[in-house]
């Protein structure tokens, strides 16, 4: 495991005693509450639906397409991991799109899901897929695709650990971006940019930091509290791991025609005025929501409409798409 100096250890306990005194939610739960509660909805949708379907698809009792299909419809209902984004649900489908041997893609992907047996094998499952990826990828270029359809190798480490935690979520913490971006904000690790090394790095890591919260509290932190703590600080990577923030209009001084109207006079005594034809945004009703890379956020309208914005990144640039 990871050793940290006092430095570190200090600054981890302090995300942890944040964590731990965050404010009740707008349900009234405290964050532990909500998140134990979302964290069993993943057990059981780990052992209920993933799991029976990572199984039938390692028997070949469904073939590659249907396992695709399966999992994707899975994330889709149960919004848990952030696994529909650009690393889970899209890197899949960008791989058997650009992949011209289906036997070879099945064969690749059956062996990399795998639970490994020792963080030896884990790392070299990640560079084993690292290097078909990028050789698939390279094809997909030379013969005339897009570079943009290319699936990008930085999506391996999050991709497979995704399933391999589906296994055992006690050994193998999901690569999180968001979680890696905390760690190394807060100088508790840095990647060094061998992707398969820097997971078993971030494993150890997190095992560390599991027995150092226990430690300090009268609670038994698993990798999943230790995922909890580093998402307060960094924002969640799934829609459903933040408790919704809800507003009104009302909470616009009250209603938004008196922001309206101070805007006007704040215009006016500048000499300005409004125009025909102009939009006003009054302000937010909800305050401010920390998002980061990999974000997808979601704001919901009644039931009449929503925008979904996710906050991408592919390789060292970040996208918003909406």
Sequence with gaps: MIELNQEQLAQALDVMRAYLAAPSSVEGKSLIEYESELDSQR???IENELKPAISSYLTSEITLAEFKTKVDSINKRKELWGFKGIKGQMFFNMVLNVADDLVECDNQI???????ASETLAASKINTFIGYVRRIGDQHVEAGGTKQGRPNVASVPFFLSYFWQ????EVWPVYYTN????????N???PTGDLASDYIAYKSLQETLAKVFTNECSRTFTLYDVEHVFWFKGGKPYQ?????VKGTTGNVLGQPLRSLAWLANWLARHGEGLKSGQLVASGSCTGMTQVGTDDLVVAKFGDRAQVRVEIASTGDKREVRA
């Design 240 to 244: 459903g791991g933040k408790p919704a």
């Design 188 to 190: 508790l690790w840095q």
């Design 43 to 45: 057990v059981s949708v």
């Design 179 to 186: 979680s890696v971006s905390v760690m190394t904000d807060l």
């Design 166 to 169: 589906v296994l055992d979520r």
């Design 110 to 116: 059956k062996s990399s899901i795998q639970l490994p």
